[in-house]
Structure formats: structure tokens, C-alpha cells
T-cell receptor
């Protein structure tokens, strides 16, 4: 079974621009979560989507948004990029429901803002 | 607010030298504690889920245990390929069931041949 895929893998943007990242979950997984990873803050939860609805959101400004499509693929958008947005953005998918919250991560998109 | 603290931040061991990594947590209603392994340039790889105090799980040279306040990841006779950053995360019930995981900052483990 194919794992979580993320595109693009690397991205360089200029401050003030916007960016869209894409994530395809493991087949059959209906929940997709996004995380930001930086050396200083570690892994921080951005938001989770299930059945095209955002179920929860972490403590990030409104410049960070996302959506999920009917095939469970998800996109994350960051508008008006700031230097501090440089990070590894990770997508994770899981089977929704049940006791387990085991998430499986993709390889990430490395975003550099200059 | 859920919190996770991992120690030590970095650990260097000789091949075959067993040790333990610590994960201390505070959470409102633990729904699960998770261990992940992350190699440089890659996403975290799922290792274990623990649900209640006293639970233990094993996989090859790794064994995870859970108490009401902390979890340990025991590494027995490690090999160089066990070198990685090990991340601990918790899911609490404070957010109504749809919270993302709260991660610690990880322990960077180096196994020297």
C-alpha cells in the first residue's frame, strides 16, 4: 500500500508571496492532519480535516488555511509568507474513528522563505 | 494545555550499550501516547501506541512503557541503524476528540559502531 505523498518536496518563496502544498493520504484514510516542524518549536499541529471539514485547528494565524477534497486529498495554503514560515510541513493521515489515533506521516515539504 | 517533555535532548551510545529515553507528559484525559522515529529529511515513522498505565509494547530492540506521568523507550543492544530522533506525542481528550497530537521536541540518538 502506498504511503502518504506530499508535493512539492522543496519550495523556495519570497516574503509576501503565498504557497499551496498538497498531500495525498494512504488509500482508505479519510483524516488528514498538517503539522509544521522547526528546529526551535519542534512539531506543531496546524489543523485536521475529515470528510472535507476542518475538525480542529492549532494555534496558528489565519494566514494558514487548508481544505480537503472528496477523494481525501488535502491542500494547505499559507498567504503573505513571512521569514518565520520557513519550516518542514508534514502531512499525516489516519483511519478515522475507533480508539487509535495512529497517524502516518509523509516525507514533508521543505519551505524556505527568503 | 497538553505538554510533553523529552529527555535527554541528545544521547550518544556505543553499539550494544542499552539505555532509555524519557517522555514526561501532562494531559487532560490521556487518549493515547505515541512514539515515532524520525530520520533526517524524512517524516516521522510510527512505532508504538500506548493507552493506559502499565502497558508495554515491543518491536525488535525497542520497548515502550507507560506510567501515569511518563513513558520510557528502552533500547536494548542498539545498532548504528537505530540512530535517529525519537519523538513522543500525546493525544488528550480536552479538545473534544479531534485534537492533533502534541509532540515533544525529541531525543536525538546516535549509536557509534
Amino acid at each position: 500500500k502506498a504511503g502518504v505523498t506530499q508535493t512539492p518536496r522543496y519550495l523556495i518563496k519570497t516574503r509576501g508571496q503565498q504557497v499551496t502544498l498538497s498531500c495525498s493520504p494512504i488509500s482508505g484514510h479519510r483524516s488528514v492532519s498538517w503539522y509544521q516542524q522547526t528546529p526551535g518549536q519542534g512539531l506543531q499541529f496546524l489543523f485536521e480535516y475529515f470528510s472535507e471539514t476542518q475538525r480542529n485547528k492549532g494555534n496558528f494565524p489565519g494566514r494558514f488555511s487548508g481544505r480537503q477534497f472528496s477523494n481525501s486529498r488535502s491542500e494547505m495554503n499559507v498567504s503573505t509568507l513571512e521569514l518565520g514560515d520557513s519550516a518542514l510541513y508534514l502531512c499525516a493521515s489516519r483511519l478515522a474513528g475507533g480508539r487509535a489515533y495512529e497517524q502516518y506521516f509523509g516525507p514533508g515539504t521543505r519551505l524556505t522563505v527568503t | 494545555e497538553d505538554q510533553v517533555t523529552q529527555s535527554p535532548e541528545a544521547l550518544r551510545l556505543q553499539e550494544g550499550e542499552s539505555s532509555s529515553l524519557n517522555c514526561s507528559y501532562t494531559v487532560s484525559g490521556l487518549r493515547g501516547l505515541f512514539w515515532y522515529r524520525q530520520d533526517p529529511g524524512k517524516g516521522p515513522e510510527f512505532l508504538f501506541t500506548l493507552y493506559s498505565a502499565g502497558e508495554e509494547k515491543e518491536k525488535e530492540r525497542l520497548k515502550a512503557t507507560l506510567t501515569k506521568k511518563e513513558s520510557f523507550l528502552h533500547i536494548t543492544a542498539p545498532k548504528p541503524e537505530d540512530s535517529a530522533t525519537y519523538l513522543c506525542a500525546v493525544q488528550g481528550s480536552s479538545g473534544g476528540g479531534a485534537d492533533g497530537l502534541t509532540f515533544g521536541k525529541g531525543t536525538h540518538l546516535i549509536i557509534q559502531p
